[in-house]
């Protein structure tokens, strides 16, 4: 009996329940966010669909999955004021992605589909590990870790696992930021940054730890720079174009803030409080409440904040996943100062 209490005491309990949750609810988003209804020709005007088996829906999916992506085939460099442009840049992990998809699905139709799942609920996990190794917070934290992303994936979602690879990234950077671990940060920063072209700001968590250490910063930026640019030398041109990166147009199909004006006030209330005061606020509550305000750590809610606002569409909800590990480290400094 008292080997069974230990167990459940114990970290290996505590992460494998952890596991377990993400990926039910990383599964149940995936279910959620599907049409089980399938439109079918009837010679009746009236409109005839039926219920599609969970089997059907899986291989569905994981065709989708292995289906080849525009831009790891189109190279072209074209600016059409669209948020797809950008998306040309991200090939590298696309490709790696659609590799493993292939892969599996050589093996099994439905593969694709549990891989994905497995792939990206084990990311989010970690984080969550990564997070706890950086920061030695009390496991109580880890709920605020665990409701986040609960609170995010029961939001309908799209392009989640970009920002469910830069999250992990940018937990790791700040692991490898605390304890000076220098290849693993500039590895962190680039695989970012060919993740998705955002990964840039990652660079600068080097200063939370380490804020007198400005030549170190300029190096991991040139150096993922160079590599960023010679893997996406062949639309060289689109690099330079700050339109490429962030359309001044409005997007058709996603809520723009435009849009916002002629909205319902309670819908535009809800969005604001969904996609920005609830999870800036949830860091900057622990940042007031430290004395010694770390600066880079302001800086970077700063220019999320800034990049949610003019780079993503509104109710695009899936990147505030990345603000999770600058909430964990708003607790530390909060944390670490009351303990002192």
Not at 204 to 214: A, G, Q
Request: aromatic content about 18%; some cysteine; hydrophobic content about 50%.
């Amino acid at each position: 009996m008292t080997n069974i209490f230990s167990f459940l005491k114990s970290n290996l309990f505590i992460n494998l329940i952890s596991f377990l949750f993400i990926t039910v609810v990383f599964l149940n988003h995936t279910h959620n966010s599907l049409d089980r209804y399938k439109k079918i020709n009837s010679e009746s005007n009236n409109e005839t669909y039926i219920l599609l088996e969970n089997s059907v829906i899986k291989k569905e999916l994981s065709q989708n999955l292995i289906l080849r992506d525009s831009y790891i085939l189109d190279r072209e460099c074209k600016v059409t004021g669209d948020f797809h442009d950008r998306h040309k840049v991200r090939w590298v992990k696309a490709l790696f992605l659609k590799s493993i998809f292939n892969f599996s699905s050589n093996l099994n139709e439905l593969l694709p589909y549990y891989a994905n799942i497995i792939i990206h609920s084990l990311i989010i996990f970690l984080s969550l590990i990564v997070l706890n190794k950086t920061f030695v917070l009390d496991k109580k934290y880890n709920l605020i870790f665990l409701l986040y992303v609960t609170f995010i994936f029961q939001q309908y979602l799209s392009e989640y696992s970009y920002s469910i690879f830069e999250t992990f990234f940018l937990s790791l950077a700040l692991y490898a930021s605390k304890n000076k671990k220098h290849l693993i940060f500039f590895l962190s920063c680039l695989f970012a940054i060919l993740n998705r072209e955002s990964g840039f700001v990652i660079i600068f968590s080097w200063l939370i730890f380490n804020n007198d250490e400005f030549k170190k910063l300029i190096l991991f930026f040139v150096f993922s720079a160079l590599i960023f640019i010679g893997i996406n030398f062949d639309i060289l041109k689109c690099l330079f174009e700050p339109k490429f990166f962030v359309p001044l147009e409005n997007q058709k199909g996603q809520v723009n803030f435009s849009d916002l004006i002629n909205n319902n006030l309670i819908s535009t209330a809800k969005l604001i409080f969904v996609n920005f005061l609830l999870p800036f606020g949830l860091g900057i509550f622990y940042l007031i409440q430290t004395k010694v305000k770390n600066k880079i750590l302001i800086a970077l809610f700063l220019i999320y904040l800034l990049m949610f606002i003019f780079a993503t569409p509104a109710h695009h909800i899936s990147v505030r996943l990345i603000i999770l590990p600058l909430i964990f480290a708003s607790i530390y400094f909060y944390k670490k100062e009351k303990k002192v």
